[in-house]
């Protein structure tokens, strides 16, 4: 993040910086997840996570090194897990993308390894030696249970192809803060998307691809047994589902990849509204669509983000849906609040309270390297501020003043230049 802030916008950050070494420069198309990053629930440590598996924990102040560790996997998803709030018995949690597909927390003051769990053993090895095939850690989140006890909640799948036929396998944990195994849920769909509620009884799971025998969109579990209470789907056709879900009380609200809309449900799945995100819409003879990737929701305001522009006919096409690279937000009665273009692609979302961030990585369609940003919006009235990159913006996280960000090169097919570097941005937002 260079600090720059565009004319219209508030609020530009110092930013510090931490290389991160060498890695291969992203192309025009989107690649798979390599980096993450994440602030401990201390505040004072930012963790990140490289494409050879390399965390490194720093102080969020200074960036200087407190550990460095290998974990067995493409480290893909950070967390923090126990602890006082201030450090004490914190652990940070990595989830990987790999042979093993492992899970394993590290002692917050020290690097040491905690404990450790190989998904693998459960979704299964991969079939085929490619990215694609390999056990993947999609979503890792914490949170307590009813009684305060502190819950990490994580998902993993497998993917594999023999000719016509496709299939995933997936795994849901619940694991207590000694990485004991307290329930898993198994199906054959995609997972793509996790969110405990705030009282801590219920676990909403999103999945992506239904391929199988599980035909649905979003399930929802009890949080101390696994025990399945209600489900829910858009009801279209193919086995696109779900984008992303998101609790606030007792609602939940849902990305659809399935008719690009968004929805807020109530309990059981009752559907108190629904909005158009990137619906399909004919632009110059064409179908086009874009799917609404991401949510998130607090204290009755739902922001939903949306990606990349598809035809219905083939994927490639010239033009650009009007809703694509979109965030809008609205109110808890479906009114409108405010919407705003991120202008590329959004990775994942980071989010503490109000506050909202995207990481914006290539417009594949568009190539301008205006794109890459960090952009900042509050739930309530919009954009804030923007953090631009030579580079793209794979992942950001946010929490108690303390912004981070990994920057990764790119280099478009159509001019070969290869622009900026990888590494970390922090920025302070108080």
């Not at 025990?227 to 086995?239: A, C, K, S």
């Not at 590329?344 to 205006?370: E, I, K, M, S, Y």
């Amino acid at each position: 993040m260079t600090g720059t802030v565009d004319a219209e916008r508030e609020d530009a950050l110092d930013v510090r910086t931490a290389p991160l070494g060498e890695i291969e420069p992203a192309r025009s198309r989107h690649m798979w997840t390599r980096s993450a990053v994440a602030v401990a629930e201390s505040g004072d440590l930012v963790v990140t996570g490289e494409w050879d598996g390399t965390v490194t924990a720093r102080e969020a102040d200074s960036l200087e090194a407190r550990w460095t560790v290998d974990h067995p996997d493409h480290a893909v998803g950070i967390a923090s897990l126990g602890g006082d709030g201030a450090g004490d018995d914190e652990t940070v949690v990595v989830a990987g993308r790999g042979e093993t597909g492992t899970i394993a927390a590290y002692d917050a003051a020290t690097g040491e390894r905690q404990w450790r769990y190989d998904t693998a053993d459960d979704v299964g090895e991969a079939v085929k030696d490619t990215v694609f095939y390999l056990p993947y850690v999609v979503a890792c989140e914490t949170g307590t249970d009813a009684d305060g006890n502190e819950r990490l909640y994580a998902a993993a799948r497998r993917y594999e192809r023999d000719g016509e036929t496709r299939q995933w396998h997936s795994t849901v944990y619940a694991f207590d803060s000694a990485g004991s195994v307290r329930w898993t849920y198994e199906t054959d769909a995609s997972p793509i998307a996790l969110d405990p509620s705030a009282d801590g009884e219920r676990l909403a799971v999103g999945y992506n691809r239904c391929m199988g025998d599980h035909d649905t969109g979003l399930v929802v579990l009890g949080a101390e047994t696994g025990d399945l209470e209600w489900t829910w789907d858009p009801g279209t056709e193919g086995d696109r589902r779900v984008g992303d879900v998101s609790f606030d009380g007792d609602s939940i609200a849902v990305s659809s990849h399935g008719d690009k809309r968004g929805y807020l449900l109530g309990p059981g799945g009752a559907e108190r509204w629904s909005v158009d995100l990137a619906v399909e819409t004919e632009i110059d003879g064409e179908t086009l669509y874009a799917y609404p990737n991401h949510v998130y929701a607090d204290d009755g305001r739902i922001a939903f983000v949306t990606g990349n522009t598809y035809a219905v006919e083939s994927r490639e096409t010239e033009s650009r849906h009007p809703n694509e690279h979109r965030v809008a937000a609205f109110d808890a009665g479906g009114n409108p609040l405010w919407d705003d273009d991120v202008r590329g692609f959004v990775h994942g979302l980071a989010a503490d309270g109000d506050r909202l961030v995207t990481p914006c990585a290539q417009n594949f369609r568009v190539r301008d390297p205006d794109t890459h940003a960090v952009r900042r919006f509050d739930l309530e009235s919009g954009p804030v501020g923007v953090e631009r990159l030579e580079g793209i913006a794979t992942a950001a996280a946010v929490r108690d003043g303390t912004l981070a960000a990994i920057e990764e090169p790119v280099a478009y097919h159509d001019d070969g230049e290869t622009r900026g570097e990888y590494a970390l941005r922090v920025g302070s937002l108080e």
